[in-house]
């Protein structure tokens, strides 16, 4: 059983940026690919990011490219989204994932609650 808790949201001018902290516990190892994705009003949940735990593998949608990144501290658990040059398209809901599969399949198997992300143009 894992659990993930986000943070780090908030509201951020156009250009600006974050970083959110999805920190994990329970049962997580190098087995686990953690990722990012987010849902705005509307729309369905995308992906952003993903990373292995062991390896430090990462992916990127091509919308976040070269403006987001993904990273992890396993000393703490807790995997990391650095967001610059921030849309308003990048206005959503933010949750981490974690899945045994996710590099290989895409699948996920836990998610946290989400944190809010708002850029205002």
């Known amino acids: 059983q894992v659990q993930l808790v986000e943070s780090g949201g908030g509201l951020v001018q156009a250009g600006g940026s974050l970083r959110l902290s999805c920190a994990a516990s329970?049962?997580?190892?190098?087995?686990?690919?953690m990722g990012w994705f987010r849902q705005a009003p509307g729309n369905e949940r995308e992906f952003v990011a993903r990373i292995t735990w062991s390896g430090n593998r990462t992916y990127y949608t091509d919308s976040v490219k070269g403006r987001f990144t993904i990273s992890r501290d396993n000393t703490k658990n807790t995997v990391y989204l650095q967001m610059n040059s921030l849309k308003p398209e990048d206005t959503a809901v933010y949750y981490c994932?974690?899945?045994?599969?996710?590099?290989?399949?895409?699948?996920?198997?836990?998610w946290g609650q989400g944190t809010q992300v708002t850029v205002s143009s």
């Open positions: 994932a974690a899945g045994l599969f996710a590099w290989t399949k895409g699948t996920y198997d836990y």
């Open positions: 329970g049962r997580t190892g190098s087995s686990y690919t």
